[in-house]
């Protein structure tokens, strides 16, 4: 994300905006009536082993996971992903550029030292100093005065917009209004950080016996591809609304070898179900099964550069004849959402945009698609190269959409599967015709999106530009009311799509099993963040 | 590296064997000939075989399906006379005896062309080590012994992210390291033969030393070689299974035994045929290789009369 | 002996450098970068990252630098593991992979040999068939349909075992991988000793034994059981390394935390000092492992002298 979208930010929620949320408790909420284990211990599989415990530098859904419990930052967001207080109680938009945090008193460190607002200065100046070298600096140095610059080097980090102005109050100023701010700094990497504790053992500061942290968890212990053990922080300022004692996160990255373990009873929470092992398991285990669609676009680039498709006659023909219903119903079979468009459900700041061939019959799309191949000089037998990283799952879908492209269009693919590191590489490059893509969103704004398919992006892997879109995006980022930005920027989607510079496939869902007798767990989480805070074991 | 250290196995019983043996003068074959033929298992492996590479070849030829056709109405079929899919389909509906008797020329031409390279690069190695002697010698096989040491699967990986998965690279890739057993045996033999008296006379009346390896010295190592191709043939066929395991394997649609086994697994457990049928084609040529290279072994054992 | 001993450590190192640089070299000829990632960093963040791990130094400075810190026994930072040094991760790792590896190395000798025996002293017979196709498995399946088997059958029809993890050094945890890869080993193990018991057994001194009048059992105990482990102790160096260093698919299969496992995530994750440091682990125990059999070679062959 550049500077020039975060501009575009300006004015997302209007909820958000307004001074002054209620500061109440709001934690792992018990409904009535559920009678709780006396064993609170959770294990849950988190896809692969974390790079970082730090929350700086954490960059993986994984390590943010794991920091997520571990720390808490002036926000967070609850089981539906609604931003709730964290260490600060209140907050306030003071003018536009200028907010005000007032923290709670009672956060402790697991040290039994008081969270204060400079914890919140060093993480944040920490965060963004170049030697750290985030992943990150740039996503969120952006909504900081001077962010970029301190991530760049040209600024000291002692220039950064923010400042304690007294032990509990915070003052942050960011380069132009962001009024999702709050929802901004309930990213761990933005979170306090124990100067003490860093400063004593330098890289050590993550190590179990080490680490000092603020979270509703503290580090218990670490083995490396093995698990990392958490346990209740009796410190923790909201230790009473904790139920869980001790969670346990697993690094298992085979599908197959996850489910395996959760058939044998050594873990409560599968990461993400294999390919196509969906209904198998929705039949196995019914009442264990969790799936809810999330923030994330699965789409396949187009090179817009190429000989061959930089002709939108040719992309259009090729997005068009992908039945997306097959590919949803029978290749992944995890109920995930046919997507044309390149803003999913449930994204706010922009509604979900379709192409009108959506709801034809197929017989007329591919009559449509063969006259627009002929009509840009395509001849049946063509060759095009599609490029995936390998999986299983990928693997599948680039199968199918060969398939697709042969029967319906007698065009001939070469699929080419590849490292991951090697894909991302060719993609950035521009080394490809066609190529595997996805995006799960950073934050939940249409912006995040559209990132994807704007002029010169870094996220911008098609290589396409559409002026006018661009233009419609700037002024809905100008506009203060939030159902024109809306419309906008709802009008940018539909007007960039037609162009189209990629091909939408599906919307993400998170098919997995989570033992029934995990409470807490939400259906609506749309960025699947799920804090161990808010999740609880019923007797069984 | 499972079948890297099978191979210095039987390469270390070999050298024990054959370094030793005297060179017959009369002719050994016939002798072998008869001493295989009296293991039942090794002939009735040797028959299986044959059966099974026949189908590999002609079997696509005469089937009605092909190896990519998906058939969204037919996925995950089990085995059925019906459309004629004998072996059922696989999770994308494509005809899976098909696909199991392609992926088996892939995985048998993988064996054979990796096994017949690493053994010429072994047999020039070796020869020309054992023959010149010396500081050459003391340095090929310092080498050799360097490759033992490298982690194989560490270069394999990066090999085939470097350089492509196409078939030959795959092969490429397998024969870079399974030369060296073949080196070292065929070493040791060269040192025995050398000394032989038929090698110094040619010696004496001027052949050159080139001409003296290959005319003289290779021809006398056609016992070891025959024995160590029929060992390395199932090694390499499941290296290659492994390398598929890691996601190295051949690129889709084209497939092998390794990678339509690799799909199996996962599902084993409810279309177990997807698995059962590649690893069953896989697992009987294994073991006819095996008992193959049992029997010759046998056969051709010097000190076995 | 001693001397040649010194000699086979000294080649150690050009051994250990020839594949350093190899290593070294290739790694960085493989496209994509350690810090490449599904969301591209900019440029400045990249340059930040680069310039913490001294990924902007010329290749022949990083080379130099790498080369320095492991004379000084520092096998550097990891990309992958960021809050790990590669001796960190190492030191972890291998207590693992030996105790797995070593642990099945030592049953499978064991049982290879007992079935090696039995096969070679009824050769071409129904047994002999028959204890090869045991012993066979694991060179007839491979270890990825195996393991899955294992685990479904004990782990999770019969619930004796876990279906895989790692507590410290529980026992219960270490049964399935274990018997995986033992089945591995002993197929190679129970082959080679069927191959040179059959020798031993026709060689001129066990006619003479038996000529004799000595028993079979006392031949075969007394006299023939000796030279035939010769070639099974030579098998012994390569199966230790491939079951210590790269058991990669047993690891992956039973989610444990081994050398397998780094060596797999580390290259796909162009981990170049996590990479390299196995590399240089993985050489120099080889190298040792080979020593090892090789002297051991010599105190069981007194016609082997260094």
């Known amino acids: 994300m550049t500077h020039k979208t ?36 959770l294990v849950r599989n988190n896809g692969s082993e974390t790079e970082t415990l730090d929350p700086a530098i954490a960059e993986s859904v994984g390590a943010n996971n794991l920091t997520r419990d571990l720390f808490e930052g002036l926000t967070a967001t609850d089981a539906d992903g609604k931003v709730v207080p964290g260490v600060a109680e209140t907050w306030k938009q003071k003018d536009p550029t200028t907010w005000v945090f007032n923290l709670r008193k009672n956060a402790k460190w697991s040290d039994g030292t008081p969270v204060t607002a400079d914890d919140f200065v060093y993480g944040w100046q920490r965060f963004l100093d170049p030697k750290t070298a985030s992943p990150y600096a740039s996503t969120y140095g952006t909504f900081v005065l001077n962010g970029l610059e301190v991530a760049e080097g040209k600024k000291k980090p002692a220039e950064l917009g923010i400042k304690a102005l007294d032990k509990y109050t915070l003052e942050v100023k960011t380069p132009y209004p962001v009024a999702f701010l709050p929802d901004v700094v309930s990213n761990l990497n933005l979170g306090p950080v124990p100067k003490a504790a860093v400063e004593k053992y330098g890289k050590d500061w993550t190590k179990p016996g080490k680490m000092v942290s603020n979270g509703a968890f503290v580090l218990k212990d670490w083995q490396v591809n093995s698990k990392v053990v958490l346990e209740k922080n009796p410190q923790y300022w909201d230790a009473k609304n904790v139920q869980l004692t001790r969670v346990t996160y697993l690094p298992v990255e085979d599908g197959y070898a996850d489910v395996k373990l959760f058939q044998s009873g050594e873990n409560d929470w599968v990461y993400q179900l294999p390919p196509g092992t969906y209904d198998k398991y929705k039949a196995e285990f019914p009442k264990d099964i969790r799936n809810a669609p999330m923030l994330g676009l699965r789409y396949y680039s187009f090179n817009n550069k190429d000989p061959l498709l930089k002709d939108v006659r040719v992309r259009k023909a090729l997005s068009m004849v992908i039945d997306r219903d097959i590919l949803a119903k029978k290749i992944t079979a995890d109920g995930q959402v046919p997507a044309y468009g390149v803003i999913v459900r449930g994204t706010s700041g922009a509604d979900v945009t379709t192409y009108d061939w959506a709801s034809w019959p197929m017989a007329k799309r591919v009559e449509e698609a063969r006259k627009l191949l002929a009509a840009a000089g395509v001849k049946p037998g063509t060759k095009i190269k599609f490029t995936y990283n390998t999986s299983e799952y990928h693997k599948k879908m680039a199968i199918f959409a060969a398939s697709e492209w042969k029967t319906k269009l007698g065009l001939d693919t070469q699929l080419e599967n590849m490292e991951f590191k090697v894909l991302l590489k060719k993609r950035h490059d521009g080394d490809f015709q066609i190529a595997r893509n996805g995006w799960v969103a950073d934050y939940n704004d249409a912006t995040t999106f559209l990132t994807l398919v704007q002029c010169k992006s870094d996220q911008n892997d098609n290589f396409n530009c559409n002026p006018k879109a ?3 995006i700037k002024q809905g980022n100008a506009s203060q009311d939030a159902a024109k930005r809306k419309q906008l920027l709802t009008q940018a989607a539909k007007l960039v799509m037609e162009d189209y510079p990629m091909l939408p496939l599906l919307q993400y869902t998170v098919p997995r099993l989570v033992k029934s007798y995990v409470g807490g767990y939400s259906l609506k989480n749309p960025m699947d963040r799920y804090r161990s805070k808010d999740l609880y074991i019923i007797k069984h | 590296m499972l079948f890297r250290s099978k191979q210095s196995a039987l390469a270390g019983t070999l050298d024990n064997a054959l370094n030793n043996a005297p060179v017959e003068g009369r002719s050994p074959w016939v002798d072998a000939r008869r001493r295989f033929f009296r293991n039942k298992a090794a002939v009735a492996s040797m028959i299986i075989l044959t059966l099974i590479t026949l189908a590999c070849i002609f079997g696509p030829m005469v089937l009605p399906h092909s190896y990519e056709d998906t058939d969204w109405e037919a996925m995950s079929m089990p085995p059925t006379t019906l459309n004629m899919h004998f072996f059922g389909t696989d999770e994308l509906g494509r005809d899976l005896l098909v696909r199991c008797l392609i992926g088996g020329r892939i995985s048998l031409m993988v064996g054979l062309l990796a096994t017949i390279a690493s053994v010429t690069i072994g047999i020039v190695w070796g020869a020309t080590a054992g023959f010149i002697g010396g500081k050459v010698d003391a340095f090929m096989m310092r080498l050799v012994d360097m490759m033992y040491a490298v982690p194989y699967l560490l270069i394999a990986i990066l090999m085939v992210t470097l350089l492509g998965r196409e078939f030959y690279l795959v092969v490429l890739t397998i024969t870079v390291f399974s030369w060296m057993d073949m080196a070292r045996v065929v070493r040791g033999q060269t040192l025995s033969i050398k000394s032989k008296e038929y090698v110094e006379a040619a010696r004496a009346i001027g052949v050159s030393t080139p001409k003296l390896i290959f005319r003289h010295v290779v021809p006398n190592l056609l016992g070891i070689v025959v024995i160590y191709t029929t060992v390395t043939v199932p090694g390499v066929i499941l290296t290659e299974s492994v390398l598929s395991f890691l996601g190295l394997g051949v690129q889709e649609p084209m497939t092998s035994w390794g990678v339509l086994i690799e799909d199996g697994t996962g599902v084993m457990e409810t279309t177990p045929w997807i698995l059962l049928f590649p690893a069953g ?17 046998d056969a051709l054992d010097p000190k076995d009369r | 002996m001693w001397s040649y001993t010194f000699r086979r450590v000294l080649m150690t190192i050009p051994t250990l450098l020839l594949v350093i640089t190899v290593c070294y070299l290739m790694l960085h000829a493989t496209p994509g970068g350690p810090f490449d990632g599904e969301r591209k960093v900019s440029a400045a963040v990249m340059a930040n990252l680069q310039a913490k791990y ?4 010329p290749l022949w400075q990083q080379y130099l630098y790498y080369l320095k810190s492991l004379l000084q026994g520092d096998l550097g930072a990891s990309f992958r593991y960021a809050d790990w040094s590669v001796n960190d991760l190492v030191a972890k790792a291998l207590p693992v992979s ?7 190395l030592l049953i499978s000798v064991l049982i290879g040999v007992l079935l090696g025996t039995v096969a070679a002293l009824r050769q071409n017979s129904i047994v002999d068939y028959f204890v090869m196709l045991l012993g066979n498995v694991g060179s007839a399946f491979p270890s990825f349909v195996i393991g899955p088997v294992l685990i479904l059958v004990f782990a999770i029809w019969l619930g004796w075992m876990p279906a895989g993890g790692w507590d410290g050094f529980d026992v219960r945890y270490m049964i399935l991988p274990m018997a995986l890869l033992t089945f591995i080993n002993v197929s190679t193990i129970g082959r080679v000793m069927r191959g040179s018991l059959i020798e031993v057994l026709n060689s001129n001194f066990i006619r003479t034994a038996r000529a004799k009048g000595l028993p079979l ?6 006299h023939a059981l000796k030279p035939a482990l010769l070639p099974v102790v030579s098998v012994i160096g390569p199966l230790a390394i491939s079951s210590i260093t790269s058991a990669v698919v047993t690891e992956s299969v039973f989610s444990l935390p081994g050398l397998g496992k780094l060596i797999v995530n580390g290259a796909s994750n162009r981990d170049y000092t996590l990479v390299l440091g196995l590399v240089v682990l993985v050489t120099v125990v080889a190298v040792l492992l080979n020593l090892l059999v090789d002297l051991a070679y010599a105190l069981l062959d007194p016609k082997i002298r260094y």
């Open chain 1, 470 to 472: 661009e233009e419609l």
């Open chain 2, 281 to 297: 084609l896989l697992s009987v040529t294994l073991y006819c290789a095996n008992y193959i290279g049992d029997g010759m072994r």
């Open chain 1, 6 to 41: 975060a501009l575009r930010m300006v004015a997302a929620s209007v909820a958000l905006a307004l001074a002054g949320v209620s500061g109440a408790a709001l934690a792992a909420k018990v409904p009535a009536g559920v009678q709780l284990s006396p064993k609170q211990e």
């Open chain 3, 217 to 222: 059992r006392t031949i075969v105990v007394r």
């Open chain 3, 98 to 104: 030996l105790t797995i590896g070593g642990g099945s």
């Open chain 3, 54 to 57: 001294h990924l902007d130094l």
